[in-house]
């Protein structure tokens, strides 16, 4: 059978206020709440209208860990993991639901958020949209390239453990993270000054641009996923090290929030400007939100962080989370297509409307499609998740 670790409070709670903020982040941009006047969204949601975007690199860093801890555990008991039971694993994780939708868009046309402007159906299919989108006639599931991001991420990294595994050690782990860090940093160097700056001297837009090839492509927005990874190595490799952060569970929060304010700062004029602060936010920004979102996850997971308490309905929202991403973008358009007079009738209407739509196509996708599967998926597991074979111990 296979082993289901107990749930923490805090990673229910991140994991719920990262959905959250992308919810909010996309309400703002498909609906056309604006942040003054009549209709406006409630002052407490603006921060997260504006940087809700931040939600899917908690997402990674999460991901990161809880994956990275899976893959892991089996080196730190002498063993070397089944490939085959972590990427079967994967697919029965994120294929069923994601088919399901997937569908929806090429069979329900009134499903599609952006009508006739679809990318092609092998983009979907192999993972890769984030790397070929054309952006400006193709945004209908676009929220996809956040997966796409994952699932070439997860198809590397049990890899790149098997090599690095052989012969471990600190330097050699901790030169392979810094690397992939610096190389995201230099790719987004080299657009920065080779696409974003020419653009901006000509007076030419280039948020399409950033996007493109900065914010959607894996090479240069996978910081977050190194996060949660870094996070799995040292709890697994180097238990002092994490009892000793875990006790530190304020001063985790503190510098997590002062880190992922500083990211907010560098990220305020994104797609305004390329020089200044915006400049250094294009170039280090991911690295500086991935340490502050990966320290906050840290404390959520000590001894005494004000992230570990148990919220309430975090655990239901944190269980949706996966099926609210996948269909929250598309009930936006169906709200207001189907109920006008409730998007014009005030914020607040609309709101209930559609989060109430939210979480009732969320249960069903989930309680139809994911969870099934998530059972189907322990029943065939092997009953021994790895192989015998030992492997090198340490990192």
Not at 45 to 63: E, H, K, N, Q, T
Request: charge should be positive; charged fraction near 15%.
């Amino acid at each position: 059978m296979t082993h289901t670790a107990p749930r923490v409070h805090g990673l229910d709670t991140l994991r719920s206020l990262a959905i959250l903020s992308v919810l909010v982040f996309h309400i703002q941009v498909f609906h056309g709440f604006a942040f003054n006047g009549t209709g406006t969204l409630p002052e407490a949601l603006v921060p997260a209208a504006r940087m809700g975007w931040m939600g899917v690199d908690l997402f990674f860093v999460l991901s990161g860990y809880l994956i990275g801890s899976q893959l892991f555990r089996p080196y730190s008991k002498g063993q070397s993991p089944s490939l085959s039971s972590f990427y079967r694993n994967r697919l029965f994780r994120v294929l069923p639901a994601y088919a399901v939708v997937l569908a929806l868009y090429y069979l329900l046309p009134v499903w599609n958020e952006d009508p006739g402007h679809l990318s092609a159906l092998w983009q979907f299919l192999t993972f890769t949209f984030n790397l070929f989108v054309d952006y400006q006639r193709n945004q209908a599931f676009s929220h996809v390239w956040s997966l796409c991001i994952e699932e070439q991420f997860y198809l590397v990294l049990p890899l790149i453990a098997l090599a690095t595994m052989r012969k471990p050690s600190l330097p050699k782990t901790a030169a392979v993270l810094g690397g992939l860090v610096l190389l995201g940093i230099a790719i987004r160097a080299f657009v920065l000054f080779h696409t974003l700056r020419p653009l901006d001297a000509a007076g030419e837009s280039f948020g399409l641009e950033y996007m493109e090839r900065i914010y959607y492509p894996t090479y240069s927005h996978f910081d977050g996923l190194l996060a949660g990874v870094s996070l799995a190595l040292v709890k697994t490799f180097r238990p002092l090290w994490w009892i000793a952060m875990a006790r530190r569970g304020h001063m985790l929060t503190g510098l997590g929030m002062a880190l992922t304010g500083l990211a907010m700062y560098l990220f305020q004029n994104r797609f305004q400007s390329t020089t200044g602060a915006a400049a250094w936010g294009t170039v280090v920004g991911f690295p500086i939100l991935s340490l502050g979102l990966g320290l906050l996850v840290a404390s959520a997971l000590s001894d005494n962080g004000l992230l570990r308490f148990k919220v309430p309905g975090a655990k239901l929202i944190a269980t949706l989370a996966y099926s609210l991403y996948l269909t929250h973008k598309e009930l936006i358009h169906l709200v207001d297509e189907n109920f006008p007079p409730v998007a014009q009738a005030g914020r607040l209407q609309w709101l209930g409307l559609y989060v109430t739509a939210c979480l009732f196509v969320a249960s069903a996708l989930y309680l139809c499609v994911e969870r099934p599967f998530l059972l189907l998926r322990d029943r065939v597991a092997e009953p021994r998740q790895c192989e015998s074979k030992p492997a090198p111990q340490g990192v």
